[in-house]
């Protein structure tokens, strides 16, 4: 049924109409003195040539509505009863069954409208439903982890925790964590069958490719499921740390014994009076030590306390600059009240005034801190931050980064037994902020979860020309961003379960590790995301009782026609 007729260059009519009564009115004045019939006859012809003419460029189409086509997908854990409701509603509803990776209707029987039951469709093929009007009806409660949080690349020494949510437990089932060698880590208790959130750990003891188990089981011990959890446990870097402080204090005393006691080298300087410092080396051996280019350059991080690093002179800021700019220094400076006040031409933080004394981490831990927050800019990088407000952060200069924090006595939880806390705070400033490797290869991946036989995306990021990426030794094609050529991207589909590797030809050095699972792993969180993929894209306002608008374009063949004899007429007829 056509419906109506429009211009695919809707936007140009009003300047073509105006365009087209103005080269009429010339004509009309051209032809003007003619007899009456001829004047009349070539306005005519003349009017119709102009009309074919202005036709062609606004692009005539017919817009008209398919007959009406409503379909049923049914995925996964659908309901029955929803399935019924729908048919009672629509006698000629059509039904199909969802499989994965498949086409889900040809191009000649194309669905105006379609409704999806159950858990969902893949994310990968949702793209089958574009300019389709979908509404999303949720399948059957989902049973198992639906959420799932932990470190999956951590380093040796670190704590691996696990963090999730397990939906519809059985009561007194127990949740392990489980070692490659089937030992029993760490377990909890489902003590209801509401939805319940848990959190296991273990500390992470050599580097290379592992996997872990979470594995429930019931009262009588018996396995019920058991999903894999795979770690790459990356071998422990460890840095050389100078410390220069104006006089010693119980900060930097936890600081360097916690330093210490991951085996990294440290050097403490303490000035003594003007001039005349106090060296103490830790796991590493004497040397000469000064505020030279020489001498920094050979540390991964320093560490200064605000009264040293306002107090340096002229041409030592010129070096430190230098040396973080060019050798990739970090710098961490420890705040005091002048460090909020003062200008600096290195570090140039902003901060604002806030009267909280505390702030919270991830353990639910308060640190004390001073009464000030970063004023946030484009340039600036958080560490820690809640709420939108930032207590720790870190800003790039050259290849290096310099940072500080708003905290204050930080040793303080230690005191009062919250080493995991102060561990934590400290890790997480020291390893973004010290130096590290220049990489020419950086590797992206933000899947969770890769299935045999399902695409896995990946991102590379890398200033080799044209690289070259294999899978298992299977060469795998790239696309490159055209707004910035050193962004790759590429999708791959492993076929077997377990560890994969993707490198770049010629570079062992850097790699990316990933892991797929057997199709009956982790299916409570896949149905989980899936079902929230659906709803972010399937649920949009639509009027589903109508066929939907198709555009047919009209042949210009005729209108050229109709101009070629129009024109070719008035030619001609001065000539007869």
């Known amino acids: 049924m056509v419906d109506s007729i429009i211009f695919e260059n809707k936007h140009l009519v009003l300047p073509i109409v105006l365009i087209g009564v103005f080269l009429f009115l010339v004509f ?67 039904v199909i069954q969802y499989s994965k990776g498949e086409n889900l209707f040809n191009s000649e029987e194309k669905p105006t409208n379609a409704y999806v039951l159950g858990h969902g469709i893949a994310a990968y093929d949702l793209w089958q439903l574009d300019n389709i009007p979908c509404i999303y009806i949720s399948g059957k409660n989902i049973s198992g982890i639906t959420k799932l949080k932990y470190n999956s690349s951590p380093y040796v020494g670190e704590s691996i925790s696990v963090k999730g949510q397990y ?84 900060e930097t005393k936890y600081l360097k014994n916690f330093l210490t006691e991951k085996n990294h080298k440290v050097v403490v300087r303490n000035q003594i009076s003007k001039d005349r410092f106090k060296y103490e080396f830790y796991n590493t051996v004497k040397e000469r030590i000064s505020f030279s280019s020489k001498s920094l350059e050979t540390f991964d991080l320093l560490i200064i306390d605000s009264k040293s690093f306002l107090s340096l ?17 970090g710098v961490f400076i420890q705040p005091d009240k002048n460090l909020f006040t003062t200008r600096n031409s290195i570090s140039n933080f902003k901060f604002l005034s806030n009267k909280q004394n505390t702030f919270t981490n991830r353990f639910n831990q308060s640190i004390t801190k001073y009464n000030y927050v970063f004023r946030n800019d484009n340039s600036l990088e958080p560490i820690h931050q ?158 589903l009782s109508n066929g939907l608008n198709h555009k047919k374009d009209i042949n210009l063949f005729w209108l050229y026609l109709f101009f070629l004899l129009s024109i070719g007429y008035l030619w001609l007829e001065p000539k007869l």
């Open 313 to 329: 002179r002229k041409n030592q800021r010129s070096i430190l600059k230098s040396v973080i700019e060019n050798k990739g220094l």
């Open 386 to 543: 809640q709420n939108f407000k930032i207590y720790s952060a870190y800003k790039y200069l050259g290849e290096g980064k310099i940072g500080t924090s708003v905290a204050s006595e930080t040793y303080h939880l230690v005191l009062s037994g919250k080493l995991n806390s102060y561990q934590q705070f400290w890790t997480d400033i020291i390893n973004s902020i010290s130096k590290k490797e220049l990489q020419t290869i950086k590797w992206g991946n933000t899947q969770k979860i890769s299935y045999k036989d399902e695409p896995f995306n990946f991102e590379l990021q890398t200033n080799y020309i044209n690289p070259e990426v294999t899978l298992d030794y299977s060469r795998v094609l790239l696309s490159q961003n055209v707004n910035n050529p050193i962004f790759w991207r590429g999708k791959v589909y492993p076929n077997s379960k377990g560890w994969h590797l993707l490198k770049i030809k010629n570079d062992s050095t850097n790699s990316l590790s990933f892991y797929t699972f057997k199709d009956n792993e982790y299916k409570a969180l896949n149905h989980f995301e899936t079902k929230r993929k659906n709803r972010q894209v399937l649920n949009k306002t639509h009027d």
């Open 167 to 250: 939906s519809k437990p059985k009561k007194k089932n127990r949740l392990f964590l489980v070692n490659p060698n089937g030992k029993n880590l760490d377990s909890i208790s489902f003590s209801n069958t509401n939805d319940q959130k848990f959190q296991l750990s273990v500390k992470a003891k050599i580097s290379g490719n592992f996997v872990y188990s979470l594995v429930e089981k019931d009262s009588l011990n018996t396995i019920v499921k058991n999903n894999s959890l795979p770690i790459s446990v990356k071998k422990r870097e460890f840095l050389k740390v100078l410390i220069i402080n104006s006089f010693p204090t119980f």
């Open 28 to 94: 009309l004045w051209k032809e003007w003195g003619k007899s009456k019939k001829q004047f009349l006859i070539n306005s005519l012809v003349g009017f119709l040539a102009l009309t074919s003419l202005l036709l062609i460029a606004l692009k005539p189409v017919v817009l008209s509505k398919s007959k009406p086509l409503t379909i049923a997908l049914l995925t996964e854990g659908y309901r029955e009863s929803s399935l019924d409701s729908l048919k009672k509603l629509n006698k000629k509803l059509k």
